[in-house]
């Protein structure tokens, strides 16, 4: 593998693609040193990238609002294709998975902080976590 073809690409449109990422991570961090030594000037493009990563922002949220839609519709989609057969199966494996998880991070979570602070570390870490540890395995 060529070494300088890591962090170069052929045109400036290549920067886009996947397979160069590495050079738009470079191009990116150069940019921003640009734009912060560039003072009063690059301030305008500090506020454009700000108000563009808003939107972007936004636009991510709107996202992660409709994608359980497009799941839910995608997967009564393919159980209308499906035997009625397939829910036995599919709810196990489901149950096993969320029972796995919920064990697993009790128990990683709780051995995780016991190394990080001992005794004190877990009361602390359950104190805080539980809450949106519950949020979060609800959903």
């Not at 890591?6 to 940019?31: E, P, R, W, Y």
């Amino acid at each position: 593998m060529d070494f300088v073809s890591m962090f170069t690409t052929n045109d400036f449109v290549g920067l886009l693609s996947k397979s160069n990422i590495l050079a738009l991570i470079i191009m990116s961090v150069l940019a921003g040193i640009a734009i912060s030594q560039a003072g009063e000037q690059g301030k305008k493009i500090a506020e454009l990238v700000d108000a563009a990563n808003a939107i972007v922002m936004n636009i991510v949220g709107l996202i992660m609002k409709l994608a359980p839609v497009g799941l839910g519709a995608f997967f009564a989609a393919t159980m209308a294709s499906q035997d009625s057969s397939i829910l036995a199966p599919l709810a196990t494996v489901i149950g096993l998975l969320c029972g796995y998880m919920v064990v697993y991070y009790a128990v990683g979570a709780t051995v995780y902080s016991y190394i990080g602070g001992g005794t004190n570390g877990v009361k602390q870490f359950w104190k805080y976590a539980a809450a949106p540890s519950i949020t979060a395995l609800g959903t």
